[in-house]
């Protein structure tokens, strides 16, 4: 198999080299950190006033975790590290309880995560040669304008045309023979299920490659998919917190996606305890980013499950390989792609006066894609006799759950009483769906 | 001259009607007309009955959403046109009707349309006007 570089050097890099690289720029990233008021406090504590104190990278276990939670206290500016001048984009993110996160880049923070998209894109063989519709959603997430900056950066022919409209999307790539799909697995099941209906058949396309990430799904659906379009599939792991897509990306062999860990430090931790663990055991990620001047983040934990393989993949390049996604650490829901929280639903809907406490959050599958339901109980005292009423209500409930959660749930109203009563939280999802 | 109507929030699940049916029967509780208005998920159950501030009590007593509405009963003759003739006198008059239902009398020759409008007191002083005939409470308990 031929094996493409896009930067040699630094992706075959030798182990011991890579570690000073990570050595060097943990320093830097700390004198940066430094100057976060969120960092400056907790690092001090630490006893840590310079990136000089850092004399091994095994120093890195005395700094604390930084958690998703952090970040929203810090929310807006606690963790910015420069002047807002020296900022040219900044990405949120829907937090836990309604209170955003938010990521800040320069320009050199921009051209570095550009950087790892292109090594990710070249790594599965794909080129300038190569015609790429990004079907993931552009703007405050990061999956759209991530893969589309590396993917100009490439030189490939980019068709910017983001999610949704699948007709739309079936005839992009019929009319511009696209090659290369930036997908979530279900979506592409779904366009599948479609084709027929739109009047399209495989011999239409071109297709040759999928990228597909933004929700966990098996190896067997990587492998279904494969054979239905005849095509290879591999897997791309991000989040925003650590930029976006191009954190890890499968190469050609597809056995574990590359993290880039001349840009990142990598742990994997025991999720109740912290301690570290060792190749192949499953625990939750921990990532440090290297290259990111305006929010460096520290041992961010980011509740998702995997684990490192052992041995250097066939395709030499030294940086680590990662597993899929085997779940969470928390409540987090993915449902098509996007991440949802069940203490966001609830914070919108205490916020209704017309509704009650209680409600219930229903995950099923319609065809290949994820159907979210929101079911409430009506407030008796609210209850005026008119049905035009209660369908301003939903359309209340939806346009704000929308405004929060930034996907369309449908809306049920229940009688008082009619939904169980549950004492814990994660209780009140049921999800339905089989695992794909 | 307004009548109450009771407004009853109903799930689309099964025996959720035959239960209010059965909990009025049970308590004596008559009922003179009513009306569904449905979504898919659920429906609106509005109905006139002989007693409804007793009806209202004891269907939150067991535990259902129940709202009284202030509503407009009209008597008229039972033939063709004699809903039109109304409905004319209320267009004439720019009356709005939010939604009606109607039946038609035991033993008599008139039937009983049921209104809701959004100026109730002003739809009364037009129909009046018009001499078009209102049914009061009193009217009602002897049909």
């Given at each position: 198999m031929e094996i493409t570089y896009w930067n040699k050097k630094i992706e075959t890099i030798d182990r011991d080299a890579l570690r000073k690289v990570q050595l060097e720029k943990l320093k830097k990233t700390i004198d940066s950190a430094l100057k976060t008021r969120f960092y400056k406090s907790r690092l001090k504590k630490a006893g840590?006033?310079?990136?000089?104190?850092?004399?091994?990278?095994?120093?890195?276990?005395?700094i604390p975790f930084t958690t998703k939670d952090d970040l929203r206290e810090c929310y807006?500016?606690?963790?910015?590290?420069?002047?807002?001048?020296?900022?040219?984009r900044l990405h949120t993110s829907s937090g836990t309880t309604g209170i955003p996160t938010v990521i800040y880049h320069t320009r050199h923070d921009l051209d570095k995560w550009t950087e790892l998209v292109a090594r990710s894109i070249i790594a599965t063989g794909a080129g300038k040669k190569d015609i790429f519709q990004n079907m993931m959603t552009y703007g405050l997430f990061t999956g759209g304008l991530g893969l589309h900056y590396g993917a100009e950066k490439v030189g490939m022919t980019v068709i910017p045309v983001g999610g949704g409209n699948t007709k739309r999307q079936m005839q992009l790539m019929k009319d511009f023979k696209t090659t290369v799909v930036h997908i979530t697995p279900s979506y592409m099941l779904h366009i599948y299920s479609k084709l027929e209906e739109y009047g399209f058949s495989l011999s239409d396309f071109n297709l040759k490659k999928a990228y597909m990430g933004a929700e966990p799904y098996s190896e067997n659906t990587r492998r279904k998919i494969e054979k239905l379009f005849n095509i290879e599939a591999y897997n791309s792991y991000g989040l925003s917190e650590m930029?976006?897509?191009?954190v890890a990306f499968e190469c050609v062999y597809k056995t574990g996606m590359h993290a880039w860990e001349d840009a990142y430090i990598l742990e994997i931790v025991?999720?109740?305890?912290?301690k570290a663990l060792e190749e192949e055991k499953e625990g939750e990620i921990v990532f440090t980013t290297l290259d990111r001047k305006a929010t460096p983040l520290l041992r961010y934990r980011t509740r998702d499950l995997a684990f490192v393989y052992k041995g250097l993949c066939k395709c030499k390049r030294t940086h680590r390989r990662l597993s899929r996604i085997t779940g969470r650490t928390d409540d987090m829901l993915i449902v098509n792609g996007v991440n949802v929280f069940p203490s966001q639903i609830e914070e919108v809907i205490m916020r209704i006066?017309?509704?009650?406490n209680n409600y219930q959050v229903h995950l099923e599958k319609e065809g290949a894609l994820d159907k979210l339901t929101v079911k409430v109980e009506i407030y008796s005292k609210m209850f005026k006799g008119d049905l035009k009423e209660l369908d301003v209500l939903k359309e209340k409930i939806k346009t704000e759950l929308k405004a929060s959660i930034i996907i369309n749930p449908v809306m049920e109203l229940h009688e008082p009483g009619s939904l169980p009563v549950f004492?814990?939280?994660?209780?009140?999802v049921v999800d339905l769906r089989t695992k794909i | 001259m307004k009548l109450t109507q009771i407004s009853v929030f109903l799930e689309n699940r099964k025996g959720r009607l035959c239960d209010v049916g059965s909990l009025l029967g049970n308590h004596g509780i008559n009922i003179r007309a009513l009306t569904i208005a449905e979504s898919p998920e659920f429906g609106i159950l509005r109905m006139v009955v002989d007693k409804p501030k007793d009806a209202v009590d004891i269907l939150k007593r067991k535990g259902f959403i129940a709202k009284l509405t202030d509503i407009v009963a009209v008597e008229v003759d039972d033939r063709p046109g004699g809903l039109a003739q109304v409905l004319q006198v209320l267009y004439d008059n720019s009356i709005n009707v939010e939604y009606m239902y109607g039946f038609v009398e035991k033993f008599s020759d008139r039937a009983l349309l049921v209104f809701r409008f959004d100026s109730p007191d002003k739809a009364i002083a037009v129909l009046k006007k018009n001499k078009i005939n209102i049914v009061g409470t009193k009217a009602l308990e002897k049909i």
């Open positions: 840590i006033r310079s990136g000089k104190d850092i004399k091994s990278l095994s120093d890195l276990e005395g807006t500016d606690g963790l910015l590290s420069v002047k807002l001048d020296d900022v040219i930029n976006g897509p191009g025991e999720p109740k305890s912290g006066p017309e509704v009650g004492e814990g939280k994660a209780k009140r | -």
